[in-house]
């Protein structure tokens, strides 16, 4: 599973590296995480409060005394909301609070009161990290569970070069992604189509759709999230490869993608066919550049492309196989039917247009299985991804165990 819609309680302690948790809250909320975050004061001499409100779209606790905010989430309630409890930068001098069980200011209180996994990320100078108290005290931190984070080592705001940089924003999020990775699809093979495919008419011209193949490429990374092997086919999209997706596959027309998938899921247990496949191909493509033919109008033959989870379905042994449906209208009607008629045993099925399905952010699915169905309402396309694959492996245990 994916950290959309986690929720990460972010503790910035005083240090340089202040900064750098700005950049963090981006970064998370970029995966749709949810974060609050906790300053401590001596945080508030690097970056503001305004700042960290504006990049978390939450308001900031600062003080354990603060009226409003305890109104508002009372520390208790913000320790019992929080999943997990990231502090970064620690401090040497939160560190040493942690360690012994200080309650005298918000941070410390909250970590006491919450069940949630606590990861420290230390930034301090070096010559302070080295220090034996420095360590002892992690040394504490780290038998009652608490996970350290780095530091890095190198050049260091001081001036100094050694051990005690902060690790950067895309390592400290790779850590939280890491720790929501769950055992699902743990030791699956599963192949994603994802995007449009090309027919090519000419050197220049061809037949495609309006998939932007972000729903496919979500979905692949939820899976691998999920602990899955997955190999993404992709047709022609401009997207970067999802972390921890283990191979992709690049091809451009439907009769590529077919040979592709027949390939890839020899061995696989599950397949996702996420792609918008086109239906038609040019019966032959022009090997020159066709000419304008003023006035004369041009028609072109078209010949089908092989179905290719018709195909798979036919395999002994097959994939569990979810396809997708994207309909203008009658979604219920038409995905049922898809169902059946291409022997799947899940289809999502969505409605184009109204600022959902091809091209757009969000998504709103239906899935339908032999037997029962359930509708993902409105949500950005990663987290509808996540519920899916959520969905799929419910579905995928009840049928093979
Ligand atoms: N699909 C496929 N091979 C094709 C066409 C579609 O595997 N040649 C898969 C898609 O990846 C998707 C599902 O079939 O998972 C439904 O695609 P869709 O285009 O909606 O279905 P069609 O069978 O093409 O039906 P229609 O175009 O008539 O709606």
Same mark, same amino acid.
């Given at each position: 599973? @994916?950290? !959309? ?11 340089? /590296? /202040? ?13 749709? /995480? ?10 508030? $001499? ?43 930068? /620690? ?39 080295? $220090? ?35 690790? #950067? ?9 890491? @720790? ?21 008419i000419d050197p220049v011209r ?21 602990? !899955? ?38 061995? !696989? ?13 040019p019966?032959?493509?022009a090997?020159q550049k066709l000419k304008k033919r003023?006035?004369?109008?041009l028609?072109l033959?078209?010949? #089908?492309?092989?179905?290719?989870? !018709? ?54 699915? @239906? ?35």
């Amino acid at each position: 599973m @994916s950290i !959309a819609q986690r929720r990460i309680l972010l503790a910035v302690t005083g240090g340089i /590296a /202040a900064y750098k948790a700005c950049e963090l809250v981006r970064r998370l909320r970029d995966l749709d /995480a949810h974060v609050r975050v906790v300053m401590t004061e001596g945080a508030t $001499h690097f970056v503001t409060a305004t700042t960290f409100q504006a990049l978390s779209g939450e308001p900031v606790r600062i003080s354990l005394w603060d009226e409003h905010g305890e109104a508002a989430m009372g520390h208790i309630e913000l320790a019992k909301w929080a999943e997990r409890i990231l502090i970064a930068p /620690a401090s040497a001098d939160t560190i040493a609070r942690l360690a012994n069980g200080f309650a005298n200011d918000l941070l410390s209180t909250v970590c006491l009161a919450s069940a949630a996994p606590v990861y420290v990320a230390p930034a301090m100078n070096q010559q302070m990290w080295a $220090h034996p108290a420095v360590q002892a005290n992690m040394e504490t931190l780290r038998r009652r569970g608490v996970i350290q984070l780095g530091p890095d080592s190198g050049d260091q705001a001081c001036g100094d070069i050694g051990s005690g940089r902060m690790l #950067e924003a895309l390592e400290l999020r790779e850590a939280m992604v890491a @720790s929501f990775v769950d055992e699902r699809l743990r030791d699956l093979k599963v192949v994603v189509t994802a995007g449009p495919t090309y027919e090519d008419i000419d050197p220049v011209r061809f037949i495609g759709n309006r998939s932007s193949g972000k729903m496919g490429f979500a979905v692949a990374e939820a899976a691998a999230y999920a602990g !899955a092997e997955v190999t993404l086919i992709a047709g022609p999209v401009g997207l970067a490869t999802p972390p921890r997706v283990a191979r992709r596959i690049d091809v451009r027309s439907a009769a590529q993608m077919h040979d592709a998938v027949l390939e890839a899921t020899a061995q !696989a247990d599950i397949y996702i066919g996420a792609a918008a496949v086109g239906d038609y191909r040019p019966a032959t493509v022009a090997g020159q550049k066709l000419k304008k033919r003023d006035g004369k109008g041009l028609t072109l033959e078209l010949s #089908e492309n092989p179905d290719i989870l !018709a195909d798979l379905s036919q395999r002994s042994p097959k994939p569990f196989l979810l396809g997708f449906a994207a309909e203008t209208h009658d979604v219920a009607v038409y995905a049922q039917d898809k169902l059946k008629r291409k022997g799947l045993d899940m289809i999502a099925a969505n409605q184009v247009g109204g600022g959902l399905g091809f091209e757009a952010e969000d998504n709103a699915l @239906s899935l339908f299985w032999p037997g029962g169905e359930e509708a993902l309402p409105r949500a950005s396309k990663r987290t509808l991804a996540q519920q899916l694959i959520v969905k799929l492996a419910e579905r995928y245990r009840a049928q093979r165990g």
